[in-house]
């Protein structure tokens, strides 16, 4: 095979994959494999340089910081809809387009309408030339270099369509990944972004596109303002067509035929907009006939064959009556603040997060101010201005507190967190256990806020692992509980026993480590031993586990209380490692083994266990049938006895090499 067409084969490959993966959500193939691909095109074009094409899959950044935004002129107007806002308005529009094209019963297309960023990209013989902000509906900023970066949008169609093609879509920040972003900046002491939307906007508009990449943007495309000779006659057939040429339509979209079904469409996604990993506000009716729409035309810029009805909306101004902090299980207070009840979207709003001190700064928040408050993207609710122009002089501004609510020890300042470093006080006790609890960690039943409190109150439990030496009496101790309520909690403490060693590591609360890294440590380190002996560059060498998270677990796990803690967990039988090396299989099937000494990675019983999952048997004594005495440090008597008999001794080190590579 020539380079040329080995080049054109690996790019052909990896755009199929990206299809998949970025449009379809239907991978083929593994990372990893993709990666190889991505890697062999890397090294070829390094090579022959000058055989690179713009459409390559390696060309989406380009690198180069822009000095600013080109203007480039539309194909055709984007134009914006008109608005209907109740259901008179809509049967209005619906009454007036029916009665201008003289059907009674046409179809209408209906669509999500996103709360995103207009664009229109054109594509010239298959091949991405540019992308343009919606602008003023005529002339749009050039943002080619930004929307290359976003892997949704391809570089190249999937099938041929000659001369030029005008698409339109709208760039969205999905909610999940905007969470991360914020949690992220959290983490570094940042300001969070407060709405989807905004951020989405100010990510593509970026001069630097390396910033775009780093966003995780994605797109849909609902439109084509403009393309050559055709054969579509309905918006429908538009729509398959966008999906034919590879780029990602909403899959939600539907085509109806009366009024009844646009009504339903509206009542189904109002109703379960959180469902969505997207940020709506409405959603949009189109004349499905491309003969009807010519017909009824446009006026003011806006089509009439097409309408958005939008969803109630899901802001509301209300009094912020006082501001209070929080103290989270690493000590930080987090300030909040407590509103006027109001409703918004049948849903009754009483608190909103205030992230820090400067969050407050930044808005100019202050107590007695009328605020405008939204429930949007994540399901928290957001404070998103002050009215300032409705103050009357009496409102007073928030200082973060000098004294920890919860113990009323003196806080301190890092960057722009208050702390409250007390390692005795009971609120980051109580935060803590309640994590460790939480659905995500140990999945504790009847273990909520309230018990915790009580047990933290009473001093039943001045560490996560006293939860394990509680009994009955302890609890009956407290008049919280019951006999009945008693014995059901002492029992779900038990079974949490059970829980795999991801959740455990998550439970543990050490900063910055969620479920998510906890799974991936856990793949990466057999038991908590190797984990805590890993270096910080070992665990930075991770992918995915960044300089933050990795300082995080060794200063925790070499923290002499927190080892210590650790060390009573594993008495009580908890599990600390893992369970993807040993997952059950049959590699030690038929072979016998007995145990003697203490050993560094797992208690007696974690051992036996390990054993019984891979197919093998422990004995308590030396038989003619042991065929291994595992040994630990100060063995007992069992070591004289397998001398005796002539059984093979292993390490514990042997032991585990045991079960990643199958003995013959
Ligand atoms: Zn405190």
Same mark, same amino acid.
């Given at each position: 095979?020539?380079?040329?067409?080995?080049?054109?084969?690996?790019?052909?490959?990896?755009?199929?994959?990206?299809?998949?993966?970025?449009?379809?959500?239907?991978?083929?193939?593994?990372?990893?494999?993709?990666?190889?691909?991505?890697?062999?095109?890397?090294?070829?074009?390094?090579?022959?340089?000058?055989?690179?094409?713009?459409?390559?899959?390696?060309?989406?950044?380009?690198?180069?910081?822009?000095?600013?935004? %080109?203007?480039?002129?539309?194909?055709?107007?984007?134009?914006?809809?008109?608005?209907?806002?109740?259901?008179?308005?809509?049967?209005?529009?619906?009454?007036?387009?029916?009665?201008?094209?003289?059907?009674?019963?046409? @179809?209408?297309?209906?669509?999500?309408?996103?709360?995103? &960023?207009? #664009?229109?990209?054109?594509?010239?013989?298959?091949?991405?030339?540019?992308?343009?902000?919606?602008?003023?509906?005529?002339?749009?900023?050039?943002?080619?270099?930004?929307?290359?970066?976003?892997?949704?949008?391809?570089?190249?169609?999937?099938?041929?369509?000659?001369?030029?093609?005008?698409?339109?879509?709208? !760039?969205?920040?999905?909610?999940?990944?905007?969470?991360?972003?914020?949690?992220?900046?959290?983490?570094?002491?940042?300001?969070?972004?407060?709405?989807?939307?905004?951020?989405? $906007?100010?990510?593509?508009?970026?001069? +630097?596109?390396?910033?775009?990449?780093?966003?995780?943007?994605?797109?849909?495309?609902?439109?084509?303002?403009?393309?050559?000779?055709? /054969?579509?006659? *309905?918006?429908?057939?538009?729509?398959?067509?966008?999906?034919?040429?590879?780029?990602?339509?909403?899959?939600?979209?539907?085509?109806?035929?009366? #009024?009844?079904?646009?009504?339903?469409?509206?009542?189904?996604?109002?109703?379960?907009?959180?469902?969505?990993?997207?940020?709506?506000?409405?959603?949009?009716?189109? #004349?499905?006939?491309?003969?009807?729409?010519?017909?009824?035309?446009?006026? +003011?810029?806006?089509?009439?064959?097409?309408?958005?009805?939008?969803?109630? $909306? !899901?802001?509301?101004?209300?009094?912020?009556?006082?501001?209070?902090?929080?103290?989270?299980?690493?000590?930080?207070?987090?300030?909040?603040?407590?509103?006027?009840?109001?409703?918004?979207?049948?849903?009754?709003?009483?608190?909103?997060?205030?992230?820090?001190?400067?969050?407050?700064? %930044? @808005?100019?928040?202050?107590?007695?101010?009328?605020?405008?408050?939204?429930?949007?993207?994540?399901?928290?609710?957001? !404070?998103?201005?002050?009215?300032?122009?409705?103050?009357?002089?009496?409102?007073?501004?928030?200082?973060?507190?000098?004294?920890?609510?919860?113990?009323?020890?003196?806080?301190? %300042?890092?960057?722009?967190?208050?702390?409250?470093?007390?390692?005795?006080?009971?609120?980051?006790?109580?935060?803590?256990?309640?994590?460790?609890?939480? @659905?995500?960690?140990?999945?504790?039943?009847?273990?909520?806020?309230?018990?915790?409190? $009580?047990?933290?109150?009473?001093?039943?439990?001045?560490?996560?692992?006293?939860?394990?030496?509680?009994?009955?009496?302890?609890?009956?101790?407290?008049?919280?509980?019951?006999? @009945?309520?008693?014995?059901?909690?002492?029992?779900?403490?038990?079974?949490?026993?059970?829980?795999?060693?991801?959740?455990?590591?998550?439970?543990?609360? !050490?900063?910055?480590?969620?479920?998510?890294?906890?799974?991936?440590?856990?793949?990466?380190?057999?038991?908590?031993?190797?984990?805590?002996?890993?270096?910080?560059?070992?665990?930075?060498?991770?992918?995915?586990?960044?300089?933050? #998270?990795?300082?995080?677990?060794?200063?925790?796990?070499?923290?002499?209380?927190?080892?210590?803690?650790?060390?009573?967990?594993?008495?009580?039988?908890?599990?600390?490692? *893992?369970?993807?090396?040993?997952?059950?299989?049959?590699?030690l /099937?038929n072979i016998t083994f007995a145990?003697?000494? %203490?050993?560094?990675?797992?208690?007696?019983?974690? &051992?036996?266990?390990?054993i019984?999952?891979?197919?093998g048997t422990t004995t308590?004594?030396i038989t003619?049938k042991t065929n291994f005495?595992?040994?630990?440090?100060?063995?007992? $008597?069992?070591? +004289?006895?397998?001398?005796?008999?002539?059984i *093979?001794?292993?390490?514990?080190?042997?032991?585990?090499?045991?079960?990643?590579?199958?003995?013959?």
């Amino acid at each position: 095979m020539t380079i040329d067409k080995q080049l054109e084969e690996l790019r052909t490959q990896i755009h199929y994959h990206d299809y998949l993966y970025y449009v379809t959500n239907h991978p083929e193939i593994s990372d990893n494999v993709y990666d190889e691909l991505l890697q062999n095109l890397i090294q070829l074009e390094e090579k022959h340089p000058n055989l690179i094409t713009n459409d390559s899959p390696t060309q989406r950044v380009s690198g180069t910081i822009q000095t600013g935004f %080109k203007s480039i002129d539309h194909k055709t107007a984007l134009l914006s809809l008109g608005n209907a806002f109740t259901e008179k308005d809509l049967y209005s529009w619906y009454k007036k387009t029916t009665a201008l094209i003289g059907d009674p019963n046409p @179809k209408f297309v209906c669509e999500l309408k996103f709360d995103g &960023l207009a #664009i229109s990209i054109l594509y010239e013989n298959g091949v991405l030339i540019s992308g343009a902000t919606r602008g003023n509906g005529i002339q749009g900023e050039d943002v080619t270099q930004n929307i290359r970066t976003i892997k949704s949008i391809p570089l190249k169609l999937r099938k041929q369509h000659l001369n030029l093609l005008d698409v339109r879509g709208e !760039i969205l920040f999905p909610k999940s990944k905007f969470q991360q972003l914020n949690e992220n900046r959290i983490e570094q002491g940042l300001i969070p972004y407060s709405h989807p939307r905004n951020t989405a $906007s100010g990510s593509l508009r970026q001069l +630097n596109p390396n910033i775009t990449a780093q966003r995780n943007l994605d797109i849909f495309f609902y439109n084509i303002g403009y393309m050559d000779r055709h /054969n579509i006659t *309905s918006h429908w057939e538009q729509l398959g067509y966008l999906k034919e040429l590879g780029l990602k339509t909403n899959p939600l979209n539907k085509r109806v035929n009366s #009024i009844e079904e646009i009504l339903d469409f509206y009542s189904i996604w109002n109703n379960n907009q959180n469902a969505l990993d997207y940020c709506c506000d409405g959603i949009v009716i189109k #004349i499905d006939d491309l003969d009807y729409q010519q017909k009824i035309g446009a006026n +003011n810029r806006q089509p009439k064959w097409a309408i958005a009805y939008k969803f109630p $909306s !899901i802001q509301a101004t209300t009094l912020l009556k006082k501001i209070d902090v929080n103290v989270g299980r690493s000590g930080v207070l987090t300030p909040y603040a407590t509103l006027e009840p109001i409703e918004i979207d049948g849903v009754i709003i009483k608190h909103a997060t205030l992230h820090n001190i400067e969050y407050i700064q %930044k @808005k100019d928040l202050r107590i007695g101010d009328q605020v405008v408050v939204e429930r949007a993207g994540n399901v928290i609710p957001q !404070i998103i201005s002050a009215l300032t122009n409705k103050r009357k002089g009496n409102e007073t501004s928030f200082q973060m507190p000098h004294k920890c609510p919860t113990c009323m020890e003196q806080t301190i %300042k890092e960057d722009t967190f208050v702390l409250c470093i007390n390692a005795q006080c009971p609120a980051q006790l109580t935060r803590l256990i309640e994590h460790f609890a939480s @659905k995500n960690s140990m999945d504790i039943e009847g273990l909520g806020i309230k018990q915790i409190n $009580s047990l933290v109150q009473q001093k039943k439990i001045k560490d996560i692992s006293d939860l394990y030496i509680l009994d009955v009496d302890d609890l009956l101790d407290i008049d919280r509980f019951g006999e @009945k309520s008693a014995s059901n909690l002492i029992q779900s403490i038990e079974n949490s026993k059970q829980q795999p060693f991801y959740r455990v590591l998550t439970g543990l609360g !050490i900063p910055n480590v969620g479920n998510k890294t906890a799974e991936i440590l856990c793949k990466t380190f057999t038991t908590i031993d190797d984990l805590k002996e890993a270096s910080v560059e070992t665990l930075n060498s991770i992918p995915s586990i960044g300089i933050t #998270i990795s300082t995080s677990i060794n200063n925790f796990l070499n923290n002499p209380i927190n080892w210590e803690m650790i060390d009573r967990l594993k008495h009580s039988g908890l599990i600390f490692y *893992s369970n993807s090396k040993f997952e059950k299989n049959q590699t030690l /099937n038929n072979i016998t083994f007995a145990i003697t000494g %203490k050993f560094n990675s797992f208690n007696r019983s974690e &051992l036996e266990n390990i054993i019984t999952d891979n197919g093998g048997t422990t004995t308590r004594n030396i038989t003619k049938k042991t065929n291994f005495l595992i040994l630990g440090d100060s063995p007992g $008597s069992k070591l +004289n006895d397998a001398k005796t008999l002539g059984i *093979s001794l292993i390490t514990e080190k042997e032991f585990k090499s045991m079960i990643d590579t199958k003995i013959p």
